[in-house]
């Protein structure tokens, strides 16, 4: 039965898998072509973006002293050391301060609560020995100063050492005896 099936329309068969691995590779080719095209764009975007900073940054008085300035600092993981790169749109000085400046277009990125811009501004922080950090809003042309508080918003570490508990019994005793001795006057 599958024979006669196969011999009566084994054309078709052919033609319907030709046109389906024709259809994919087309499919695969637009997609590439199109992403690609997408990316352009979005690279062109981020160029224009840092170019109004770079105007904006000279007409308020900043020094440009490095434009996509790259750093190679390391971390360790199991003690052992693992460099990376990281990459600032520009390092600037005014007033006798130097900073850093991220650059960031669309309408979510130049948002610092957004997580991947805040852990990329405190990444600069960290690593940039400045003493500002900015995030340049290329849409709104728009200059932000970034701070991030080292000790005030890090929650406190409770102390749990033995000196700690002997105070607080020492305490607590003190108190109770003090209630008894009023009660029992």
Do not use: W
Not at 48 to 64: P, T
Not at 67 to 76: D, F, I, T
Not at 138 to 161: C, D, G, K, M, V
């Amino acid at each position: 039965m599958l024979s006669e099936f196969i011999s009566t329309y084994s054309y078709e068969i052919i033609f319907a898998a030709t046109a389906f691995i024709t259809g994919a590779l087309i499919y695969r080719s637009a997609a590439a072509y199109f992403s690609g095209i997408v990316l352009r764009r979005k690279f062109r975007r981020g160029e224009k973006g840092e170019q109004k900073a770079g105007k904006y940054l000279k007409a308020h008085g900043f020094k440009i002293l490095g434009y996509q300035s790259a750093l190679r600092p390391h971390m360790l993981v199991d003690g052992k050391k693992v460099s990376f790169s990281i990459k600032a749109d520009y390092l600037v000085k005014r007033h006798g301060r130097t900073g850093v400046v991220e650059v960031k277009t669309g309408k979510k990125a130049p948002n610092p609560a957004s997580s991947s811009t805040r852990r990329q501004i405190l990444e600069y922080s960290m690593y940039y020995r400045v003493d500002d950090v900015y995030l340049f809003d290329a849409e709104t042309e728009t200059l932000h100063e970034i701070n991030f508080p080292r000790s005030a918003s890090l929650p406190q570490r409770r102390s749990s050492s033995k000196a700690g508990c002997l105070v607080y019994s020492a305490l607590l005793i003190a108190i109770t005896a003090g209630i008894l001795a009023l009660v029992f006057r």
